[in-house]
C-alpha cells in the first residue's frame, strides 16, 4: 500500500507499529500513558516527545518564579495525590510530580525523545495512521504506524512566543526578552525592568524580580482581573494528616473543583457583583488612594478572559514596596532608553520583558491527510470538544479555561480507552464522528465561546467550529463532562464505528 501523504510515496513494508501512539511526553501525555496502560493493558503504545526532556510546560519555561496559578490538587493527576504542602506550586515541583509519575508507572521506556510529528497520514483500508517523524536536529525520517493517535502536545508553539511588531523596537539599547526564551545568565540585579503584559507570566515575574532590581513596571494596555489566595491549602494539609493519602485527595480535588465552577457560575450569571467583590479586595490590599479603576478593573467581565491568581498577595506587596509600579498605557514606540507611551510619558529600561503571550497551534503544527485528501480543522465540527468530523481514530486533548488543565486531560484519556476498549469489544477498527441527517445545515459556533483573550481569538480561524447541540459542542463544564466522557453512550449515532476489509500492520 502507498501512503497518502505526498512524502510518503515509497512502499512502507516494515514500517514499526503500535496500537495506539501518544505525542507529547508532558503534563497530560505522561498522564494518558498511565491511564492508557491501567484501562488497556494489553495495547501496545509509544510516546512521541519533540524535545529530549519529558514535562512540556514545565521543562520549557525557565523564568524567574515560574509556576502555576492552578492549585495542584486539580493541575494534578486523578490517580496521583499531590502530597507536598504548598498547593500553589513553583515549576520545579510540577516537574518533579511529572517525572515521579512517569517513574512510578514505568512510562518513560516509551518515550521517543527528538522525534517530532510533522505528517499523520489515514488509510481507512488499513485502519491506519501512517506518522512522519521529524529525528532529532536533523532531516532524518522515522516512519511509524498506529491505530489509534492521542494528541497530547499542548496548545501553542514550543518554538517560540507570541511577538507583537512593536515600533522602533531595533532602537533599544538594551536586552528584549521573551520569558519563553528566557536566558540562564541574564542578570537583572539594580536594573531598571519593564515588562509589557498584565497575564500570568507578568503577574509571577513581578514579585519575583522586585527584591533584586532597581525598579520593574507592569506596562499594561489594559487591565486584568486579580485575586490573591494563599498558595497553601489548610483543609487539604489537615485532611492529610487525618486520612488516607487518596482520601484526602479526593476529597480535597471534589472541594477546589466546586469551587472553581462555583466561582465561574457567579461570573457568568452576577458578572457585576462578582467584579465588585474582585476590586474591593484590590483596594484593600493597596490602599484608598490607589487607581484601582485604572489599573486592575477591565472593561470586560470576570472570567471572558483568564483570572490571574496571585498567591500570598506577592504581587501586591511589590507594588506597595515601591519596587514595583503598573502603568497603564499604549505604546508609542520603543526608544534607545526604553519605551515612549502614547500618553507622552517615556519609561526607562535597562532590560524589557515581552511577556506578550503565546501562538497558539492547531494540533503541534501538523499535516494531516484522510484517505488522500488534506483535512483542514477550519471545515470541521468538533465532536464533544475531542475529535473532528471525518478524522477517524484521533483525539485531541485540550484542557479547560475556566478551570485546571487536568481535569479534562485526564477526563479525555479515559474517553479514549473507553473508545479503544470498545472497538475490542465490537470487533472494530475505526472510529469516526460524522454529522447525522438531523445535524446537516446546524449553526456553526465558534470552538470557543465567551473568552476574548488574545492567544484564543488569534487562532480561533483556524479551530474546529462547534454546533448547536450535543455532542457537537465542546463542552466546558467539568460535572457535565465526568457524565458525557464517563457515562454516555459510545455509540450514539455520531460516532460511526467500522471494520474495514483489509487490516494490515506491515502494508
Known amino acids: 500500500m502507498e501512503s497518502e501523504l505526498p512524502f510518503l510515496a515509497e512502499q512502507a513494508l516494515t514500517i514499526e507499529y503500535f496500537d495506539v501512539v501518544i505525542v507529547g511526553a508532558g503534563l497530560s501525555g505522561v498522564g494518558a500513558a498511565c491511564h492508557l496502560q491501567g484501562q488497556c493493558p494489553g495495547k501496545s503504545y509509544t510516546i512521541l516527545e519533540a524535545r529530549g526532556s519529558l514535562g512540556g510546560t514545565w521543562d520549557l519555561f525557565r523564568y524567574p518564579g515560574i509556576r502555576s496559578d492552578s492549585d495542584m490538587h486539580t493541575l494534578g493527576y486523578n490517580f496521583k495525590p499531590w502530597v507536598e504542602s504548598k498547593a500553589i506550586a513553583d515549576g520545579p515541583a510540577i516537574l518533579k510530580y511529572i517525572k515521579e509519575t512517569a517513574t512510578e508507572y514505568d512510562v518513560e521506556k516509551h518515550i521517543r525523545y527528538g522525534h517530532k510529528l510533522i505528517g499523520a497520514a489515514w488509510s481507512s483500508s488499513a485502519a491506519a495512521w501512517t506518522l512522519e517523524i521529524q529525528h532529532g536536529d536533523s532531516d532524518e525520517i522515522v516512519r511509524l504506524r498506529c491505530n489509534t493517535l492521542l494528541m497530547c502536545s499542548g496548545y501553542y508553539s514550543y518554538e517560540a512566543g507570541y511577538l507583537p511588531e512593536f515600533n522602533g523596537r531595533s532602537r533599544f539599547a538594551g536586552e528584549i526578552v521573551h520569558p519563553q526564551q528566557w536566558p540562564e545568565d541574564l542578570d537583572y540585579r539594580g536594573k531598571k525592568v519593564i515588562i509589557i503584559g498584565s497575564g500570568a507570566t507578568a503577574m509571577t515575574l513581578i514579585p519575583e524580580m522586585a527584591s533584586d532590581v532597581e525598579h520593574v513596571v507592569m506596562l499594561q494596555r489594559s487591565p486584568t482581573y486579580v485575586i490573591s489566595m494563599p498558595d497553601t491549602d489548610v483543609i487539604a494539609n489537615t485532611l492529610r494528616r487525618i486520612l488516607p493519602q487518596k482520601a484526602a485527595y479526593a476529597i480535597t480535588r471534589w472541594k477546589n473543583t466546586a469551587f472553581q465552577q462555583l466561582m465561574y457560575r457567579?461570573?457568568?450569571?452576577?458578572?457585576?457583583?462578582?467584579?465588585?467583590?474582585?476590586?474591593?479586595?484590590?483596594?484593600?490590599?493597596?490602599?484608598?488612594?490607589?487607581d484601582v479603576e485604572k489599573h486592575f478593573s477591565p472593561d470586560y467581565d470576570p472570567w471572558d478572559q483568564r483570572l490571574c491568581l496571585v498567591p500570598n498577595s506577592d504581587l501586591f506587596a511589590a507594588i506597595r514596596s515601591g519596587k514595583a509600579s503598573v502603568v497603564t498605557d499604549q505604546i508609542d514606540t520603543f526608544t534607545e532608553k526604553g519605551i515612549l507611551l502614547e500618553s507622552g510619558e517615556e519609561l526607562d529600561a535597562d532590560i524589557i520583558v515581552t511577556a506578550t503571550g503565546l501562538d497558539l497551534l492547531v494540533l503541534g503544527g501538523v499535516e494531516f491527510n484522510v484517505d488522500g485528501a488534506p483535512v483542514d480543522f477550519s471545515k470541521t465540527v468538533s465532536y464533544k470538544g475531542v475529535m473532528s468530523t471525518d478524522v477517524p481514530n484521533m483525539v485531541s486533548t485540550f484542557g479547560y479555561i475556566n478551570a485546571s488543565w487536568t481535569l479534562r486531560a485526564d477526563l479525555t484519556a479515559e474517553f479514549f480507552c473507553r473508545l479503544v476498549n470498545h472497538m475490542d469489544e465490537t470487533g472494530t477498527r475505526q472510529f469516526t464522528p460524522r454529522l447525522r441527517q438531523e445535524d446537516q445545515g446546524m449553526p456553526e459556533r465558534p470552538w470557543i465561546i465567551g473568552f476574548s483573550s488574545g492567544y484564543i481569538q488569534r487562532v480561533l480561524g483556524r479551530l474546529p467550529k462547534q454546533g448547536d447541540r450535543e455532542p457537537w459542542i465542546n463542552p466546558q463544564n467539568y460535572s457535565d463532562d465526568k457524565k458525557m466522557f464517563r457515562e454516555g453512550e459510545i455509540e450514539d449515532g455520531a460516532l460511526v464505528f467500522g471494520n474495514p476489509e483489509v487490516v494490515d500492520k506491515c502494508a
Do not use: F, W
Open 266 to 290: 457567579q461570573t457568568r450569571v452576577r458578572p457585576d457583583t462578582v467584579k465588585r467583590i474582585l476590586l474591593r479586595r484590590v483596594r484593600k490590599e493597596l490602599g484608598k488612594d490607589y
